[in-house]
């Protein structure tokens, strides 16, 4: 085990101890009435089948590695006791059957994810980023203007990944226009963490890395814990 993986274990036992504490604090899960379930997370793991998404120049398409950090981040959610379910957890699109063309599934596609939007509790995306100029870089957060605690959640996760991975990532989180489809439409809090630029060289290398995967799973989570504590 790595000290780098030996350091983040022992951060999240800290988080899971503080969350803990504090929930049971503000009688959140620790009432007379019994405990009370936790809230549940959709992850959103953006394209998947025909869709890749983005690709590197060498490649790599942005839906494989988008669905390598929801994994990891699934995973960190259900150890610390959170409901958790996902769009999707293999390379597919979930479109209906009958839709034929491209565009067709798209669509459909889009649509289905939507309706799982609005039977979550919270939703949070992850994509990654692609642009014409190689040098740019770094994560940033987009929110839903739908609902009041999406800014929220975006600043908790913006400010987790800052501190603890990015350490030079000046970005500002970013409300979602109309040409986010999912965050314009759904009415429940919903971020979307684009991870970081397949077009950096350098970023590109870390994000096909599965360590730094789990550290930008670990960053959201941690993200998702804090923002919890202060709803
Ligand atoms: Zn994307």
Request: some cysteine.
């Amino acid at each position: 085990m790595s000290m780098k993986t030996r350091r983040n274990i022992s951060i999240l036992l800290c988080i899971c101890i503080g969350w803990c504490l504090l929930v049971g604090i503000n009688g959140r899960t620790l009432s007379t009435q019994g405990p009370v379930a936790a809230p549940s997370i959709l992850l959103d793991p953006g394209h998947g089948g025909e869709d890749g998404g983005t690709a590197a120049s060498d490649g790599t398409l942005e839906k494989n590695i988008n669905l390598a950090i929801a994994l990891d981040l699934r995973d960190l959610l259900q150890i610390c006791g959170f409901p958790v379910s996902m769009t999707r957890d293999v390379d597919i699109s979930i479109h209906d059957a009958g839709n034929t063309t491209a565009r067709q599934k798209k669509v459909s596609d889009m649509q289905n994810r939507l309706k799982l939007y609005e039977q979550a509790h919270t939703v949070i995306a992850i994509h990654q980023n692609h642009y014409g100029v190689s040098k740019y870089k770094g994560a940033q957060v987009f929110y839903s203007a739908n609902h009041e605690a999406g800014q929220t959640l975006a600043t908790s996760i913006q400010q987790s990944i800052s501190q603890r991975l990015q350490t030079d990532n000046t970005r500002q989180i970013k409300k979602a226009t109309d040409g986010i489809f999912l965050l314009h439409h759904t009415k429940r809090p919903a971020v979307l963490v684009e991870c970081g630029f397949l077009s950096n060289p350098e970023e590109l290398a870390l994000l096909k890395m599965p360590v730094y995967q789990q550290q930008i799973a670990f960053c959201v989570m941690a993200g998702y814990f804090e923002y919890m504590v202060q709803e």
